[in-house]
């Protein structure tokens, strides 16, 4: 069975940093690209970052370019969402995502497990 599993949300005040977790089980992460996608409540679920299956490629939204930086530690199938300077309007779930190839994504459809979701809240 095919899990993922993201950690590391919560509550931090505007100008502070969090570091989310997703930890993959049930197959090889490696060979594929892995995303960040995030939901704010009445909003449509939006890209945040990908990563290809090598780490090679990136690509982030324009909102957290410069802020966020997501990386992946191919030995543990695990990836990373560093966030800095986490400003009110990143508050939302954050979503981790499996992708169907090797290369980094940044559509919905191009992603075929996701996990559970964490809350992160960025109070002014």
């Known amino acids: 069975q095919v899990r993922l599993v993201e950690s590391g949300g919560g509550l931090v005040q505007a100008g502070g940093s969090l570091r989310l977790s997703c930890a993959g089980s049930?197959?090889?992460?490696?060979?594929?690209?892995m995303g960040w996608f995030r939901q704010a409540p009445g909003k449509e679920r939006e890209f945040v970052a990908t990563?290809?299956?090598?780490?090679?490629?990136?690509y982030y939204v324009d909102s957290v370019k410069g802020r966020f930086t997501i990386s992946r530690d191919i030995a543990n199938n695990t990836v990373y969402l560093q966030m800095n300077s986490l400003k009110p309007e990143d508050t939302a779930v954050y979503y981790c995502?499996?992708?169907?190839?090797?290369?980094?994504?940044?559509?919905?459809?191009?992603?075929?497990?996701w996990g559970q979701g964490t809350q992160v809240t960025v109070s002014s």
């Open positions: 995502a499996a992708g169907r190839g090797f290369s980094a994504a940044t559509a919905r459809y191009e992603y075929s497990y």
């Open positions: 049930g197959r090889t992460f490696s060979n594929y690209a």
């Open positions: 990563i290809s299956w090598n780490g090679a490629s990136t």
